[in-house]
């Protein structure tokens, strides 16, 4: 049995298309995920997808006792199920309590990794805890192209050990995905939007993470001022609890319910985030895209080097880029070098099944 723990949101798209070819094959799988108070984003994802899963443990929150706490509970909930099941190997992305489990049973645990590092370039400072506490036990670690080799070399593992992907994440769900501006009306229905003004879409910071240093000001400063001097529709996803966002921005639609946003991406005029993936989708559709993120990690720099993203660092310019990308026609048709080809995910889950 292959043994799944979803601990984001973005794991359980990534994973989904290689957990069909699994079982395709004919192949069990055992998928567990976590949730909490203010975090439900995983379960409603896997509930979305018709995906059978356990959970097991919960969020931590933001303070870094009750992350332990929760972290030291998972992984003793984890280990009491998982010893169930005749389970041969761990695949997972960045889940420390899973690693640390599977390692101490001692089930080989293949890692996917596309952000060892809160940076560009190699500075081992800037390495992930979820990074430190996990790549070093991995029996196998796939990464995106461009990932150095040098960083995970350096997290104590072998050449042979290192499987290179030639695609961004997002692109394994978005590459046969088809967007329908149907599906945006009937979604955004209930909210009488007027849909000839500008549509922007924001998302927050993952500022709960142990690897994002705090909350920072820059997108909430700004969300007034977009407001009053372009009268958009702002539609914002939360990132976790949603009431706050709904009395300090009475003006925007919060969307509370889970819906699959990359319909909403394709068909936005502006999307503003502050964290990877879904920034990924908006320049996948070719939707002018403003990272507000605290850092910029490899991905991002391939993006933005290939001008399908712009990062900012301060309120002024936000508002500069905003106003820049509302004043540009958008062509959607055109292809952008994230649309990769020959994604072969048969060739990934070969590599795991090995």
Not at 70 to 98: G, N
Not at 178 to 184: A, G, K, L
Not at 235 to 262: D, G, M, N
Not at 302 to 329: C, F, G, P
Request: aromatic content about 12%.
């Amino acid at each position: 049995m292959i043994w799944f723990d979803l601990v984001t949101p973005k794991s359980v798209l990534f994973f989904i298309p290689m957990i069909r070819e699994i079982e395709k094959r004919g192949r069990k799988v055992l998928i567990t995920a976590r949730e909490g108070d203010g975090y439900s984003e995983v379960v409603e994802l896997l509930r979305l997808y018709n995906m059978e899963f356990v959970n097991r443990g919960e969020f931590g929150g933001a303070e870094l006792k009750d992350k332990l706490h929760a972290s030291i509970e998972r992984q003793k909930a984890l280990m009491e199920f998982v010893t169930i099941y005749d389970i041969d190997r761990l695949v997972c992305l960045s889940s420390v309590d899973a690693n640390r489990v599977a390692f101490g049973l001692g089930i080989p645990v293949i890692n996917f990794y596309d952000i060892p590092l809160s940076d560009f370039e190699t500075n081992f400072k800037k390495a992930l805890p979820q990074a430190r506490l996990t790549l070093p036990l991995s029996t196998r670690v796939f990464k995106p192209f461009v990932v150095p080799d040098e960083i995970f070399l350096r997290f104590s593992l072998d050449e042979e050990q290192i499987f290179d992907y030639n695609f961004i994440d997002p692109v394994i769900w978005l590459k046969d995905f088809t967007p329908s501006f149907e599906y945006v009306e009937k979604i955004l229905a209930p909210y009488h939007l007027d849909f000839s003004k500008k549509m922007i879409i924001i998302r927050e910071e993952e500022y709960k993470s142990s690897y994002v240093d705090k909350k920072y000001p820059i997108l909430y400063e700004a969300l007034s001022d977009i407001q009053k001097e372009f009268n958009p529709n702002i539609i914002i996803i939360p990132r976790y609890e949603s009431s706050y966002l709904k009395e300090e921005f009475p003006f925007a639609i919060v969307l509370e319910e889970k819906i699959i946003i990359q319909h909403l991406l394709a068909f936005a005029d502006l999307f503003i985030g502050g964290g990877g993936t879904l920034n990924t989708e908006a320049c996948y559709f070719n939707t002018p895209t403003i990272s507000t993120r605290s850092f910029i990690c490899h991905y991002d720099k391939y993006q933005i080097d290939e001008n399908l993203m712009v990062w900012v660092s301060t309120r002024d310019e936000l508002m500069k880029e905003v106003h820049n990308a509302l004043s540009k026609k958008i062509n959607r048709n055109n292809k952008n070098v994230l649309d990769v080809e020959n994604l072969n995910i048969k060739e990934i889950v070969d590599t795991i099944l090995s």
